[in-house]
């Protein structure tokens, strides 16, 4: 029945399983439409095809043809050079629901007909949209504190009423000798600290080169020895310590080369790169021993004299000291629960965040970025650089902040005021 149908259409219908090909008699050009309404030209094609998804669809379709041949509606289909897709398949039967758009002379008599009705929709209330979150407030936000002005001094004073007059810089250089390629040394003379502290320089203490002295300034070098190429740490001082340590006296701690340890007259200044706890948190126990051990190492110091405590802690300690804490929380190294535990813990034995100290709400103040995604340009950052001091010390506080505008590495520099 189905191929005498088709004859009769004018038409030669081929019928494979669920897909019908239409083969066209003369040369006239097809334009197919597809069922999301893409037009699609073939220039002297001869036959054209049809998909269904199901023999149910090709029942309607033969059905509704049949119909419209028998009722003389339609006998010689699909002479036209569009074939619809909707004409066939469509959810309603076009013969009985129209789909074009109605004239507006339509519509005004509807309404006369109907005022009631028409004023019912026209006054309908759209449903409301969602509001809109903060977030591109909060992106611009952060963005906009990275603007603040290159200075290297400060005008603020103590608690006391005296000016600054002892400047502590720390930076983590991600690799010495890149440092140095990237003129890092200039940094040191822009800054002119009194005691600056350098970390993760990648380099053994005999292997350090020559041009990283700087004129006034006495140089201390402590390279890992576990691992060659892996952590070390380095410190300028303008002023020669009564003495300097290297470790903190525990020997699975001290062959990674993360502490080094100078006395002066009145403080202690402790200088540290704290260990990551690994992608994954791989060395999150070691991480917690870690923090024992030098939390009591800081506290039996501080029993002597005041303690000066930097550098990059590897632990963003509250939700403010990173731009997305929700989906780094116990997922990325730097914010595991026992982490800032351990930060916390170190608090406790009579220490304090100077920055949070001076500035306890201040938002979007960072220290490192990723260099994936351009997260520097947006401020996609945590703050991993501190300055901890003993609670005596607070009254001496003048000012701290980040270095932002300062390059060559992932971390950005961070610098200390103090009335001593």
Known sequence: M?????????????????????????????????????????????????????????????????????????????????LHWSDCFGKQDRSKTSTMPKRKSDTKSESEASPKKAKEETTKEKPAKKPKTD??????AAIAALDVPETYTTDKKSAEGNEANLKIASW??????????????????????????????????ESVPSDAKVEGYH??????????????????????????????????????????????????????????????????????????????????????????????????????????????RNKTPGFADEEREGFTALLSKGFVDSFRQLYPDKEYAYSFWTYMGNCRAKNVGWRLDYFVISKRLVPKLCDTGMRTWIMGSDHCPVALHMAM
């Open 2 to 82: 189905f191929q005498e149908y088709a004859m009769i259409f004018g038409r030669r219908m081929l019928f494979f399983t669920n897909r019908i090909i239409f083969h066209q008699p003369s040369s006239s050009k097809w334009r197919q439409i597809s069922s999301r309404g893409r037009r699609y030209s073939h220039v002297g094609q001869k036959q054209l095809t049809l998909a269904l998804s199901s023999k149910s669809q090709l029942n309607r379709f033969l059905r509704l043809k049949i119909h419209e041949f028998e009722n003389k509606k339609n006998p010689q289909i699909f002479s036209s050079s569009r």
């Open 135 to 140: 977030k591109n407030d909060a992106n611009e």
């Open 172 to 205: 983590n250089v991600a690799g010495l000798k890149a440092w140095l390629k990237k003129d890092g040394i200039s940094y040191i003379k822009k800054e002119d600290p009194d005691i600056f502290f350098i970390m993760e320089t990648k380099i053994a203490t």
């Open 219 to 328: 140089t201390y070098w402590y390279g890992a020895t576990a691992k060659k190429g892996y952590s070390g740490t380095g410190l300028y001082s303008k002023k020669k310590p009564v003495n300097v340590k290297y470790g903190i006296g525990v020997e699975k701690h001290d062959e990674e080369g993360r502490v080094i340890t100078a006395e002066y007259d009145d403080f202690y200044f402790v200088g540290s790169y704290v260990p990551n706890s690994g992608r994954g948190l791989t060395r999150l126990d070691y991480r917690q021993e870690w923090d024992k051990d030098f939390n009591d190492y800081l506290a039996k110091l501080d029993e002597t004299k005041p303690v000066i405590y930097c550098g990059d802690l590897n632990v963003a300690h509250e939700e403010i000291d990173l731009k997305n804490p929700k989906t780094n």
